[in-house]
């Protein structure tokens, strides 16, 4: 039976399932002969297809199985709970804490302070502040404090490469007095390097600031190298052995196997280096602290998975990460996970995945713990990949693509993340920031820019007919292309004519409106521009082409400056003066030169965007640079220029999708239970086509996507409410049920007891026994319980006699003295310093009987009613299924019409190239 509703032809259930619970998507691969005799594999788009939709029904199916039984799921639920949701991130307050030796012209804000104290009482931890929340201040106080306390020795500080000036800079502005040693280019030549490790080695310096590339060519130890490598050499033999054993795919074998050999070659690079005595290895610098700056650098950081071809994940060393977390690991042997500090306003740039390597970096004994340090157990746990089979880059055949779609249980997941990372987002900081104003300019495309999009849907269709060799043209070139035409067509073709109405002249012409209208202020501008660079080899590029117009537009030669002429920090650093100053107020430049430290915000009163990033952190980087503390200006203007026509409205609508999801997650408030994710670099065959044909299919498509969304998650929600209503049916309602009538047998039970011994006259005192003595007398009766009280120091009650059938139990809490009444139930009282009055209390305590009895039975008849509604509502369909059906249909549909316009639109050029050729 499971084989008949769960398998296919080629695949049966059991081969779905232990595909499934390996994390792997299920793929069908026909063996081909080549011409020469040679046999391959190839994938086989339909039995594919097919079998892939079968697991997504047993995944389903599996779900909806898990979660019937409500004994299965109060013990899931409780699992769950007890192994992630039996913590609280801690909330660190630094208001107290003095800092001996800062300037007292500065003062640190209150995130600041506490963003110290988690550094200074907490663990590991992760500056993950807004892009200009002042993180450097954080990380020297913190530096600066530590040392004065005693809790480290030697603080090392890796920036980026063009910051160690500034760096230095800002830490002797907040401590002038401290004792820093920055390392320059000089310091790192091959003649120098040994004598300046050496100086780290044998100085006592507050801190030593060195630039990221400096930072990796400090050596950790051989030792350390080969135990890593060997460990890594031995996960990847053992994931190779297991795919061979299930007849994995090829490619993912033959991935795995060059990535063993190279670091099996770096193994033996490493054994037969000399070993050189003289080399001053990280572990014997001295340093117990490490700080990390623009920490998002070192994202790229290698990890085994089971998972095949999972976009987003990085399968290949990057060097300088590996040698990142390998001094992570020595400093956390040293310190007990207390001694690196990160710091990124960007810590999820582009993908969930990001938010693992940072786990890993600092929170590696954690991850072991919890039994999350293998990837694939964190996928599993938080994550959800789906795959698609789609053209392959260079439209030579068709692929499995897997990629993270979802990530679920994300409160649980940011808890933990949490536990380092000090997230401080705009709605927390309450920034003395500038307001922006957002203007997006939309241009008209040109003819030539229409004709060149239909030749960028040409070339597409020819990749996807496999009639071009891939080296000569591929879907990430025409992505490419398509960016470079949305920015000016004369990047394509120097000699086409230069469009008035470009975004290009679009631009100049902001530019110099904005600049003669801050004359007198001397008000600066930043344009950013990733796509044309100057390269001065005499080709176009819309850096000269800009500085040319703004120059016959009157504006100064010397006041119009590109990022890229400033090669060194000691430049660099005159060259942001000057900015500052007004003395240059139009800087041009990409994000990556001009993104992450450039701090130039004093007179910034506008900031072009001439292009689209892929990644929504480089446009959270660049508008940091102007709504950024220090920026003189109350509002300032951010320009974003769109051709129409062109694939730049997608990418921005692309980007801003990615930052939804970023911003899900990355939240002062709770985050979602769960979110999309989203990581591209090229557009898909169809997208290029539907862009590239104007096709209205698209919009409508993305429009039915966030509505197809929204209905799940609230069908998922009626889904959930649903095993509530039926847990507390079997379980809560019972059990409170018998509980209230438990009370009110005993209050019955109480009143009867009360009634027995009332006293004889109505103004008579009833008898009062206290330490075996019985008293008749009020005033007798009241001073006895106070000499009672004060022979109390016990929080356990005591018993110390009995009232009106009642035995007496005094104790003592925070200084307050409570009398308990005890018959089928216990009656409090707090007791006061006045003898008559206690007695009052007490008699009017054993008085609220009745009313507590009414109270009792009225939450009784509110449980029954309860009890009622949840019986006639357990059961109901979600209202709004037929809707969902209809909109998942019509999505299904739309698919299915985008690819087919698109394969008509490829079956036309076919034709005409046929008809052109016969001609």
Not at 80 to 90: K, M
Not at 363 to 378: A, I, N, P
Not at 906 to 911: L, S
Request: hydrophobic residues 35%.
């Amino acid at each position: 039976m499971a084989y008949v509703t769960y398998g296919t032809d080629r695949a049966n259930a059991y081969k779905i399932i232990e595909d499934t619970l390996n994390l792997r998507d299920v793929r069908i691969y026909d063996t081909v002969t080549d011409p020469d005799g040679r046999e391959r594999r190839v994938l086989n788009k339909k039995d594919t297809t097919l079998a892939q939709q079968k697991q997504q029904t047993i995944k389903a199916a599996f779900r909806d199985w898990i979660w019937k039984d409500p004994d299965r799921r109060q013990t899931l639920v409780q699992q769950y709970n007890e192994q992630f949701n039996s913590t609280r991130p801690r909330e660190y307050d630094g208001s107290h804490i003095t800092f001996s030796g800062i300037n007292p012209e500065i003062t640190l804000r209150p995130h600041q302070l506490n963003a110290i104290a988690h550094i200074l009482y907490g663990g590991n931890t992760l500056l993950a502040h807004e892009v200009g929340a002042g993180k450097t201040f954080e990380m020297v106080g913190a530096a600066m404090e530590a040392k004065r306390l005693g809790l480290c020795q030697k603080s090392l500080f890796a920036v980026p490469n063009h910051l160690t000036e500034q760096w230095a800079s800002e830490f002797l502005r907040l401590y002038p007095s401290a004792n820093i040693l920055v390392a320059s280019k000089k310091d790192f030549e091959k003649s120098n390097r040994k004598k300046f490790c050496a100086r780290i080695a044998t100085g006592d310096y507050d801190a030593i600031i060195m630039g990221h590339s400096q930072f990796e060519r400090i050596p950790i130890s051989t030792e350390r190298q080969e135990r890593l490598l060997h460990e890594q050499i031995d996960e990847i033999t053992e994931g190779i052995d297991e795919l061979k054993r299930n007849h994995g795919e090829r490619f993912t074998i033959k991935q795995l196997e060059r990535t063993r050999k190279s670091l099996e070659a770096r193994l033996e690079k490493l054994n037969k280096t000399e070993r050189k005595d003289n080399v001053v290895t990280f572990e014997q610098l001295g340093v117990d602290r490490l700080y990390v700056d623009e920490a998002h650098s070192f994202k790229n950081l290698f990890l085994y998975t089971k998972m095949r071809n999972v976009a987003g994940l990085s399968q290949t060393e990057a060097q300088k990460s590996s040698d990142m977390f390998l001094k992570c690991q020595y400093i956390d042997e040293l310190t007990d996970s207390k001694g690196i500090i990160f710091a990124t306003g960007t810590p999820v740039s582009n993908s969930m995945t990001e938010l693992y390597t940072m786990m890993r970096y600092l929170q590696y004994s954690t991850l072991q713990r919890q039994g999350l340090s293998h990837f694939d157990c964190w996928a599993s746990t938080f994550g959800e990949t789906v795959t698609a089979i789609e053209l392959t880059p260079e439209g030579t055949g068709y692929r499995a693509r897997t990629r993270f779609a979802k990530f679920f249980n994300l409160p649980e997941l940011m808890t933990l993340f949490k536990e380092v990372a000090d997230i401080k987002t705009t709605d927390q900081l309450k920034l003395p920031i500038p307001k922006a104003n957002y203007h997006t300019v939309v241009l008209k495309p040109t003819e030539h820019q229409k004709d060149m999009v239909q030749e960028l849907s040409e070339r597409a269709a020819a990749v996807h007919g496999g009639s071009v060799d891939p080296r000569t043209d591929n879907m990430l070139k025409i992505t490419g292309d398509g960016r470079k035409l949305g920015l000016d067509q004369r990047i394509i073709n120097p000699l086409l004519p230069d469009d008035p109405d470009s975004k290009v002249n679009a631009c100049v012409n902001n530019i110099l409106r904005i600049w003669q209208g801050g004359q007198a202020d001397r008000l600066t501008q930043l344009v950013f521009c990733d796509i044309s660079t100057p390269k001065n080899d005499g080709q176009f590029n819309v850096y000269e082409d800009i500085r040319a117009k703004l120059i016959a537009g009157g504006v100064p030669e010397k006041e119009i400056t590109f990022i890229h002429d400033a090669n060194t920090e000691v430049r660099k650093k005159e060259l942001f003066a000057k900015v500052r100053s007004g003395q240059v107020r139009i800087l041009m430049g990409s994000t990556s030169k001009m993104g992450a430290g450039t701090n130039v915000q004093d007179r910034l009163i506008a900031l072009h965007d001439l292009d689209c990033p892929w990644r929504p952190g480089d446009l959270a980087q660049r508008g940091g640079r102007i709504v950024r503390q220090g920026n003189e200006n109350p509002e300032v203007d951010i320009y974003r220029y769109v051709t129409e026509g062109t694939f730049d409205s997608y990418l921005y609508q692309t980007v801003e999708n990615k930052q939804r999801f970023i911003s899900q997650i990355m939240t002062s408030k709770s985050p979602v239970r769960s979110c999309e994710d989203v990581d591209e670099t090229a557009l898909s065959y169809a997208e290029i086509k539907a862009l590239c044909a104007g096709n209205p299919k698209i919009k409508e498509k993305m429009d039915l996507d966030i509505e197809v969304a929204r209905l799940r998650l609230l069908k998922a929600d009626h889904q959930s409410q649903q095993y509530r209503m039926e847990d507390k049916l079997l379980k809560y309602f019972p059990e409170n049920i018998e509980r209230n009538k438990g009370y009110i047998k005993g209050f019955e039970d109480d009143m009867a007891l009360l009634a027995v011994n009332a006293p004889d006259k109505a103004d008579a005192f009833p008898v009062m026994e206290i330490h075996e003595k019985k008293f008749t007398e009020k005033g007798e009766a009241g001073a006895a319980l106070l000499l009672a009280c004060k022979e109390i120091k016990d929080r356990e009650p005591v018993v110390i006699g009995s009232y009106r059938g009642f035995a007496m139990y005094l104790s003592v809490v925070e200084r307050e003295y409570k009398l308990s009444l005890k018959g089928a139930m216990t009656h409090n009282v707090e007791l006061g310093i006045d003898a008559y009055g206690n007695l009052t209390r007490i008699d009017n305590a054993l008085a609220e009987m009745g009313s507590r009895l009414k109270s009792v039975q009225a939450q009784l008849d509110n449980l029954y009613l309860q009890m009622e509604n949840a019986k006639q509502e357990l059961g109901k369909p979600f209202l709004q299924e037929q809707e969902l059906q209809q909109k998942s249909a019509r999505l299904a549909e739309l698919n299915l019409e985008i690819n087919e316009d698109v394969n008509q639109i490829q079956k036309e050029q076919n034709n005409e190239n046929e008809w052109e050729q016969e001609l």
